[in-house]
Every structure is written in C-alpha cells, then in structure tokens.
C-alpha cells in the first residue's frame, strides 16, 4: 500500500531552520508530484510547495520563495522541506501529499484536490 511517513518537525525559535522529510513507499515517485501543505489552527490548508520527481521541478507559494526548499534524496524515496528564518506565521501541521497530476505550474499543485495519498501531518512550531 502506499504510505507517507512526515517526521523532521518540532519546536524552534524564530530565524532557526527545520528540515522535515516525507518518506514514501508503495509506489514509484517518478511521473509524480510531491506536495507539501501547512494547516494552521484556525486557517485553511495551505499549499506550500511541490516537487515533480519526472524531472525536478520545483515549485512554490509566494509566500514562502527564497526561504524554503523542497529537494529530493537520490533514491527518490524521501522529500525534505528545508525551510529556514521560520517566523511565528510559519506555526502550522506540515503533510506531505502524492499526486499524479502532470502539471507545469505552482497553479496546478497547489490545490489539495488533485493530491490522492496524504501524510499524518508534523507539527511544526516557531516561537520564542
């Protein structure tokens, strides 16, 4: 069966860096996305970003470019999220999710419609 396995998050102060990783299995990552959302208390699931393990694309919400970093290990079996300079606004469950949508644009992988296998979630909270 397929399964996706968050783990990496935890509690940082402000300006520090996490790195979650969603792990998966059942199924082979290429000709699939990856994407990466974040669900605050009381707001709605936002995408974060997403990679395509075809070819690497990498993809982004404004909101976060040039502060996170979605990667790939090179067995293609583990996602990280390098998200660095986290604010109290980044405070969120971050979920991983698996698409195989063939899409060209962050419009496209940033709905949570199109994404069939979702993680657990890893709480991730920035705060003094």
């Known amino acids: 069966q397929v399964q996706l396995v968050e783990s990496g998050g935890g509690l940082v102060q402000p300006g520090g860096s996490l790195r979650p990783s969603c792990a998966a299995s059942?199924?082979?990552?290429?000709?699939?996305?990856i994407g990466w959302f974040r669900q605050a208390p009381g707001k709605e699931r936002e995408g974060v970003s997403a990679i395509s393990s075809s070819d690497g694309s990498t993809y982004y919400a404004d909101s976060v470019k040039g502060q996170f970093t979605i990667s790939n290990d090179n067995t293609k079996n583990t996602v990280f999220l390098q998200m660095d300079s986290l604010k109290p606004e980044d405070t969120a469950v971050y979920y991983c999710?698996?698409?195989?949508?063939?899409?060209?644009?962050?419009?496209?992988?940033?709905?949570?419609?199109?994404?069939?296998?979702w993680g657990q979630g890893t709480q991730v909270t920035v705060s003094s």
């Open positions: 059942g199924f082979p990552l290429d000709y699939y996305g």
């Open positions: 999710a698996l698409t195989g949508f063939y899409g060209s644009s962050w419009i496209h992988f940033r709905s949570p419609q199109i994404y069939h296998y």
